[in-house]
């Protein structure tokens, strides 16, 4: 990201009520499933190997614009400042997907016990595992800019997680849910990777190239970027009206399901965050990485966890609903987590050196 990208305005309208939008999708999706049944059930049709081809499609639309973003040019000069990029590297792969199971089993399959029968536990556990293995690539760039971050170093810790995404994503999922005792579909698993990760990157990579090269770097991040935006964010509520037409009973059945699920979650964005954010401040990193390392991992790349969630359990799995939860939570936790960071920042300021 240059720094006409970091001119802009930050958050957006749509962006900070994110929250509000997803619960209105839920009424909406709830009362279309409900009252019209016959359009999920005319939507469920269209599926090849498990893959709603209507979600699939409104899914690249969210991800497409997102990898468009990711300048993996500026990998070279990685070998600059290493230092936040080993923080953010180890904070996501290293603890995050690990911390994000250990919470979520521990509430939802103990502290929850009473609350939750085993079997839908178990499913919202999945759910959180794939949170917790898809770092965020895409709203980090806000919650960067809202920090003051350094827009440069952002892009390359972003590029460098989209490739480790291509690696690690599908065997620290494969190994989690394994231990949760949910089976894997190895085959749906690797599609869903194929599909909204690979098939997004390299088609979002070669448009950037192919509308650079034609008209320039400012066109781009000015112009070309920015017509998306409004095409992100209807892909994402359209998404989630049809998820919830096909999750009203579970939703209805559960409500307090809900809440409990986003227990876990915000517990470990909060404890994700801390963990970047203090391991910067003792390496000596400055405030304008800690911050943004912070947010990466505290964040999520919850298009994708929908996505693969959708692709291995079905559109109707309670497993796409504690994605989903990751959704409702996301903006209120990190704009709370971008104000901690804002106030924090003289932690990270040098102590002048006073001479005798």
Known sequence: MNKDLKSKSGISFFE???????????????????????????????????????????????????????????????GRNPKGLYITWATNWLIKPFTMYAIAAFFLLIVFKALIPYDLAKDYLAGAILLGAAPCTAMVFVWSYLTKGNAAYTVVQVATNDLIILIAFTPIVAFLLGIGGISIPWNTLHLSVGLF????????YLTRISVIKNKGLEYFDQKFIPKFNNITIGGLLLT??????????????NPLHIFLIAVPLTIQTFLIFFIAYLLS???????????????????????????????????????????????????????????IANKTKHWFQEKPIISN
């Open 281 to 339: 401040k003792k390496f000596k990193v400055k405030h304008d990485i800690a911050a943004p390392a912070g947010m990466i991992g505290a964040s999520n790349f919850f298009e994708l966890a929908v996505a693969v969630a959708i692709s291995l359990f079905g559109t109707n799995s309670p497993v796409v609903l504690a994605t989903i939860v990751g959704v409702l939570v996301e903006v209120p936790v990190m704009l709370t987590l971008v104000n």
């Open 197 to 204: 990760v690979v098939i997004p990157l390299v088609g979002g």
């Open 240 to 253: 989630l009206i049809i998820i919830f037409s096909f999750q009203g009973d579970v939703i209805l059945n």
């Open 16 to 78: 900070k009520y994110l929250t509000l939008w997803v619960v209105l999708c839920m009424a909406v999706g709830i009362l279309i499933g409900k009252y019209l049944p016959a359009l999920p059930s005319f939507l469920g049709q269209f599926e090849y190997a498990r893959v709603s081809i209507p979600i699939a499609i409104l899914i690249w639309l969210m991800i497409y614009p997102m990898m468009m973003k990711v300048d993996f040019a500026s990998i070279k000069n990685v």
